[in-house]
């Protein structure tokens, strides 16, 4: 089973600017996460969609950052425009019902904004 | 709010000790609880997990036990190996399974 696909892996750009990343979920998990994890913190969840529906961006900086998921598959994370604190590890993750919270994680892309 | 608050790092070890890395919780209601391991360059993958009271996770050698008496998760290992070195994530998910919430992180380095 292929897991959780993510790009870029990294992405250097510089404030003001404007990046966007790209997941591939598990086929057939209806729910997908995007975190930020910044260094030496624990993930943070930015916005999780169930299908193409947002369920929770309370903690999404709406002001500059965007997600969508068209067709309830792959989904993008836009930033616009990037910030120095917005340098972090963007992780997404998906899971089905039953997974009592567990989640399937990708493998991250590490952005630096200069 | 939920949250989760793990034993600070780094820790470091040499092959073969023992290891304990804390974890404690507060939550409302009965959350299920997790493990969570990330290797260098590469995404967080499910360790363990336990989802009531006194059910004990396992996997790869590590086990954790909930404990709701002191709301506790520690997890241990009775003998790491150099290909454990990664960093630990404590977590905890609502009883309705939408919210995870993950503690800070241990880096955990072994030494041969």
């Known amino acids: 089973e292929a897991g959780v696909a993510q790009s870029p892996r990294y992405k250097i750009i510089e404030k003001r600017q404007s990046v966007a990343f790209w997941c591939n979920p598990i086929?057939?998990?209806?729910?997908l996460y995007w975190y930020q994890q910044i260094l030496g913190q624990g993930p943070k969840l930015l916005i999780q969609?169930?299908?193409?529906?947002?369920?929770?961006d309370s903690q999404l900086p709406k002001d500059r950052f965007s997600a969508e998921r068209l067709k309830g598959v792959d989904s993008t994370l836009k930033i616009q425009p990037a910030k120095l604190e917005d340098s972090a590890v963007y992780l997404c993750?998906?899971?089905?019902?039953?997974?009592?919270?567990?989640?399937?994680f990708g493998p991250g892309t590490r952005l630096t904004v200069l | 709010g939920d949250s989760v608050t793990q034993m600070e790092g780094p820790v470091t070890l040499s092959e073969e000790a023992f290891l304990t890395i804390n974890c404690t919780y507060t939550a409302t209601g009965y959350p299920s609880l997790f493990w969570y391991v990330q290797y260098p360059g590469e995404g967080l993958q499910l360790l363990l997990k336990a989802t009531k009271a006194d059910d004990k996770g396992s996997n790869k050698g590590f086990e954790a036990t909930y404990r709701k008496e002191t709301t506790s998760f520690h997890l241990e290992k009775g003998s790491v190996q150099v290909s454990d070195s990664a960093v630990y994530f404590c977590?905890?998910?609502?009883?309705?399974?939408?919210?995870?919430?993950f503690g800070q992180g241990t880096r955990l380095t072994i030494n041969p």
């Open positions: 977590a905890l998910s609502d009883q309705g399974a939408q919210k995870l919430v």
């Open positions: 086929s057939g998990h209806a729910t």
């Open positions: 969609f169930q299908n193409n529906g947002v369920v929770d």
């Open positions: 993750a998906s899971s089905q019902p039953g997974l009592a919270g567990g989640r399937y």
